[in-house]
């Protein structure tokens, strides 16, 4: 599988009785482009290292994949090395227990948006978001808890720019689900963002994007003023600036 560069007939893929999907793609290091937007997984319940080392792909469209019924998405995306983005936001993992190095070593992602996710079943975290190097902010939402856990070591290992919502810095005496909740500052520290209620580059709320959003964000760079920054921040870098006035102009118009 190291060799396969393209794949070709993928629409003509019949999977709607597919129950395992592990290791699909597993190893495919070279390959350039994958399109699995035919897939019916409604039936499938293992997804586990379905993309694993998919390292020449820089991101991949999930928008179809269907997560009702998977358990297990353990090293789902392992070793998914030149991804600079990841749209899970379809996810529906209420049934899953085992999310183990679900995003080791996705290690060119500055940010991750997990606010869809409900992690009520899920007893393994562990190496979840080991190596990523890059990634600097984490968004969840009220789905997210650690309750269920039994298994979390070193689900935060080799960090060195991830930062909560408060402000939180990552701290290599707390690499477990210890701090894997959102961050509420210095009495009770964490990894991650809450995740605003409206949707990105809504700077004012009013559920459209608009000139309007665009005058707040320049407004709030010019006075140094408080911003939502999980409204604002439009390229995840946690700083709101003239890249993501750009950003969310070039989305008003569509470029």
């Known amino acids: ?38 897939f019916n997984t409604a039936n499938v319940t293992n997804m586990s290292s379905m993309f694993q080392a998919c390292s ?12 009702a019924k998977v358990t297990n998405m353990s090293q789902m995306f392992y070793e998914c090395y030149n991804f600079t983005s990841l749209d899970v ?38 190496w979840m978001f080991g ?12 789905g997210w808890t650690t309750a269920a ?36 500052g210095p009495s009770n520290p964490g990894y991650f963002t809450k995740k605003s209620a409206h949707r990105l580059g809504d700077v004012n709320g009013d559920g459209d994007l608009d000139v309007s959003d665009v005058t707040l964000m320049i407004q709030a760079i010019l006075n140094s003023s408080a911003i939502d920054l999980g409204v604002a921040d439009m390229n995840g870098d946690r700083i709101i600036d003239v890249v993501d006035v ?6 008003i118009l569509n470029i």
């Open 1 to 38: 599988m190291a060799s396969l560069q393209t794949i070709t007939g993928m629409a003509y893929l019949n999977t709607s009785e597919v129950t395992n999907m592990r290791w699909l793609f597993g190893g495919c290091s070279v390959l350039r482009s994958l399109d699995v937007s035919n």
């Open 56 to 67: 020449g792909l820089t991101g991949i469209d999930l928008s179809n994949i269907n997560t």
């Open 89 to 126: 936001s379809n996810f529906n993992t209420a049934n899953v227990i085992n999310m183990n190095n679900m995003f080791d070593e996705c290690r060119s992602m500055t940010s991750l948006d997990l606010s869809s996710f409900n992690t009520a079943m899920v007893r393994y975290m562990g």
């Open 131 to 142: 190596a990523c190097y890059a990634l600097r902010t984490i968004y969840v939402g009220d």
């Open 149 to 184: 856990v039994q298994f979390s070591s070193y689900m935060f290992s080799s960090y060195y720019n991830l930062v909560g919502g408060q402000g939180t810095i990552y701290d290599y005496n707390y690499v477990d689900a210890a701090y894997a909740h959102i961050d509420g």
């Open 246 to 251: 750009t950003q969310l102009i070039a989305y």
